[in-house]
């Protein structure tokens, strides 16, 4: 197994992605199409910075987590917001700790970047201790997480998820009180979500 590497998803060479895809494609079928001659499909939502986490075991892609990130305001406040996205280990792979691995690799990044405040995403109930477990995040069911205002908007509580938060920077930590017991607008296009 080689180590976890990253890169930032955009400058990732054209192999990469489409084993990105293909991963995509064989954890989710019903909603991540395999690329073709003409065209690589992008797991993740447009109009986000991304940062791509991988691992390689016996020359395929074997564990995959995007750090997303963009620029949203909540209560007036200014927030750099980051989570993890297109979590998958490819099934033949798992029970090897390859997703823990990824997962606390993008999260210890994450922790390093000066410009993020904080970090939130949504997951399945099932994988709120996995995720706890790989890089403290904590569910906050205090915390409603909407994609906008937009009638047909995504929200957590319209989907079988749970909020997972992490606060990073010091400005974060001093408005804390601000990120919990309220409602977050990513403000995203009807259809995306985190």
């Known amino acids: 197994m080689e180590a976890i590497r990253d890169i930032p998803y955009e400058l990732a060479p054209e192999g990469l992605r489409r084993d990105i895809a293909v991963l995509m494609h064989?954890?989710?079928p019903e909603v991540s199409p395999l690329p073709d001659d003409a065209a690589i499909p992008n797991?993740?939502?447009?109009?986000?910075k991304v940062q791509s986490f991988?691992?390689?075991?016996?020359g395929q892609l074997a564990s995959y987590a995007g750090i997303v990130q963009k620029q949203i305001t909540h209560r007036g406040a200014v927030f750099n917001i980051a989570g993890l996205s297109c979590v998958a280990t490819d099934p033949a792979y798992r029970g090897?700790?390859?997703g823990?691995?990824?997962?606390?690799?993008a999260t210890r990044w994450l922790e390093r970047q000066p410009d993020v405040d904080f970090g939130i995403f949504t997951c399945h109930p099932s994988l709120a201790e996995f995720y706890d477990r790989a890089g403290g995040w904590r569910a906050v069911p205090d915390v409603l997480l909407?994609?906008?205002e937009e009638d047909g908007a995504l929200t957590s509580d319209s989907l079988p998820v749970v909020v997972l938060q992490r606060l990073f920077s010091e400005k974060a930590?001093?408005?804390?009180?601000?990120?919990?017991h309220t409602t977050i607008n990513l403000d995203v296009p009807v259809?995306?979500?985190l």
């Open 26 to 28: 064989q954890v989710w």
């Open 191 to 193: 259809g995306q979500f």
């Open 146 to 148: 909407i994609g906008s």
């Open 43 to 48: 797991p993740h939502e447009e109009g986000w």
């Open 54 to 58: 991988y691992v390689y075991a016996d």
């Open 96 to 98: 090897r700790s390859l």
């Open 173 to 180: 930590k001093a408005l804390g009180s601000q990120l919990r």
């Open 100 to 105: 823990h691995q990824t997962v606390a690799a």
